[in-house]
């Protein structure tokens, strides 16, 4: 009796960036390959991301100085991103007739600076491979016999593959469809979970004066934290300052370290060197060859030409027994060198990371040991592959959360399916 074919070789769960580019991948070896998407069209956290820009990877050349960025995983990386890395993205995309530009800190985008874009060209990858899409297609439960995963239910309908790539995005921006659902479906499969934590997030902070500045940013700070009082840890970047608090690269990539701190339980505070290229020294006599071209003006008037543009009337209410009604020529050395440590140690009272909503990223899902990275294929499940961020992996802004996208989802769309015909 001749044996029915399977309807598809490969079933990709999620059409988000990863999703994408495995069934994309797949597709291009020659495989049937279906997506089943929740939301009405694919991509939707990717055509938002970077703030409409896509931050589509991060041009460090030198693989050990990237991976380092993925702290603790780095080691299990080194395969996966010898099959695809940051190179591989450039030359897809360009390939495929979308220019990348590299940005300060080597950040790379599209050169429209469009996500839109980004989204375009994978759309197209699809389309050329034939993939076969069901929108709206919430999945309800995963069928698995002993060590294989036998189907997918949704609603009234089951889909069976060959192999099926799980790519259904963590808990950040969950209004695009990304509720964590495939941490659930995981735990039931028998995977270990890490909770999730909002790691790439904003802080949220309790000091009027960083309220008042909301939509001011400013290019190169120094932000220093500390726990109990004790300092922990320091990093220098572009800040900005919000409604709710703090934002900006620099606090991204500080957000992951602060929740640390914060689970332990302490009262986190923070100081913001607003000169930290400058010693107290210089910024002194920076002060008083201003103070001197301005003797009978008010403190407060001539506030504007001593801090960063667009924050004298905040730090004018920092300045505690300094009257800013002081003329210039009347200020003592002590209230002087008062300023200089204000300046050197803006005062920041931490509340509290901004929630999943708010997030760049959230960690959380299954650990790299329940991992085969050679292949993103599951340790549990022969024909399961696990990509994106479902992956237990902290990182930092700047490319090498989609990098990660791009190298799981290839790596998983070019190992998935046993009858590959390339």
Known sequence: MERLQKKYDVI???????????????????????????????????????????????????????????????????????????????????????????????????????????YKTLEEYLKTGQVTIKSNAKVSRILFQKEKIT????????????????????????????????????????????????????????????????????SFMKITFYADGVKKFSKTGKLLFTHFGLSGPLILNSSGMVAGLLEGGAIVTATID????????????????????????????????IVPEGTSEAIVTLLGNIDPDTKVHSVTKDERKALVNLLKGLPVTIEGLMGYDRAVVADGGVPLSEIDTKTMRSKKYDNLYIIGDLLHITRPSGGFSLQLCWTSGYVAGDHAGSSAKV
């Not at 290229?277 to 201003?290: A, F, H």
Request: net charge positive.
């Open 274 to 305: 607003a000169y930290p290229d400058t010693d107290e020294g210089s910024l002194e006599k920076k002060i008083i060859k201003t103070f001197d071209a301005n003797k009978n003006k008010m403190l407060k008037n001539v506030m504007k030409s």
């Open 151 to 218: 189907g997918i239910i949704c609603g009234n309908a089951t889909y069976t593959g060959e192999s099926y790539i799980l790519a259904t995005g963590g808990v950040s921006h969950p209004e695009t469809g990304s509720t964590g659902d495939g941490f659930k479906w995981l735990k039931a499969l028998g995977h270990t979970v890490a909770d999730p934590t909002p790691t790439i997030v904003p802080l949220a902070v309790k000091d009027p004066w960083i309220k008042s500045l909301a939509g001011v940013s400013l």
């Open 12 to 118: 990709v769960v999620g059409g988000g960036a990863s999703g994408m580019m495995a069934a994309g991948r797949a597709a291009e070896r020659g495989l049937r390959v279906l997506i089943l998407e929740k939301n009405k069209n694919l991509g939707e956290k990717l055509k938002i991301s970077g703030g409409g820009r896509c931050n589509i990877t991060n041009a460090e050349k030198d693989v050990h100085e990237f991976l380092k960025h993925y702290g603790k995983a780095a080691p299990f990386l080194y395969s996966p991103f010898s099959q695809f890395g940051g190179g591989d993205t450039f030359a897809f995309f360009e390939g495929k007739d979308l220019p990348l530009v590299v940005q300060a800190r080597k950040r790379a985008f599209p050169h429209t600076e469009r996500a839109i874009d980004v």
